[in-house]
């Protein structure tokens, strides 16, 4: 595939263009030799971290990224509470993320009484007050539930982490309720704020996982590039019926200009 063709490629962060807090060269190399070739956008389902956190993460490796290149979950999610009207939430959430929650939608009340959604992130700083408060608030049928996206684990230098999808195991079980609607990949709602200025053939998503990076790209039918520098394994491919645009080790193996 010549990449030269691309004129936004969205990626992936952790487990494509680093693993935690360490850098993935090649991809971090790729993305330095042609920032001005092509549109970067950068998008991550971890709701775990402030988009501040992201563009300071991203700058100490040297990619000048602004704050109008992320995309996030939490820009449906806050339509979606907008549309409905709903007007106050308890938010199972760490620290970034009300704060986060709280800048894109300040008319938002955050609080138990009289909450019309319960909202789960992915909270870093879980504990079973939050965890039974609002399982209590959930006995409510009139009360929605809302996750930010449904990843089971979140990639780390250690290894794999619980995230929202191994939180939502635990709420079907000791409320039976599963959320109405679960916003970020690979739901295509999260790239609508760039989807309406590229041609879908002008783009790529790039990622290293298949439930969600590779499902997103069909899902808003755009080519997609499976980086194996994260979660995904040849093993895995090989169980795919629709296969990706490209699979490569790592982004530092992309071929611009070239056919691959």
């Keep these: 595939m010549d990449w030269s063709k691309k004129r936004c490629i969205v990626l992936d962060m952790d487990g494509t263009v680093y693993m935690g807090h360490i850098p993935i060269d090649g991809a971090v190399k790729f993305i330095r030799n042609h920032w001005n070739d092509v549109d970067f956008y950068f998008l991550s389902n971890n709701t775990s971290k402030s988009p501040q956190t992201y563009i300071d993460k991203l700058n100490g490796m040297g990619i000048p990224a602004r704050m ?67 399982a209590l608030l959930l006995q409510n ?83 997609f590039a499976l980086v194996l520098s994260g979660e995904a394994t040849v093993e895995d491919l090989q169980k795919e019926s629709r296969q990706p645009t490209v699979v490569l080790p790592d982004l530092g193996c992309a071929l611009w200009g070239e056919h691959g």
Excluded at 118 to 133: C, F, G, H, N
Aim: proline share 9%; glycine share 6%; net charge negative.
């Design 141 to 223: 049928p009139d009360v929605l539930f809302l996750a930010t996206h449904p990843d089971l684990v979140c990639p780390s230098p250690e290894g794999p982490l619980p995230d929202v999808g191994s939180f939502l195991a635990l709420y079907r079980t000791a409320t039976g309720r599963s959320p109405q609607h679960i916003f970020g990949k690979p739901d295509p709602a999260v790239l609508a704020p760039i989807l309406p200025h590229y041609d879908k053939k002008d783009m790529i998503m790039v990622g290293d996982r298949l439930s969600t990076d590779k499902k997103l790209a069909e899902n808003a039918g755009i080519d």
């Design 68 to 134: 109008e290149q992320l995309l996030s979950p939490v820009t449906p999610l806050v339509d979606f509470l907008r549309a409905k009207g709903i007007t106050t939430a308890y938010v199972v959430g760490n620290r970034d993320f009300y704060g986060d929650i709280r800048q894109r939608m300040p008319e938002l009340k955050i609080a138990e009484e009289g909450a019309e959604a319960v909202i789960l992130a992915y909270d870093t700083e879980l504990d079973y007050q939050k965890l039974s408060r609002s």
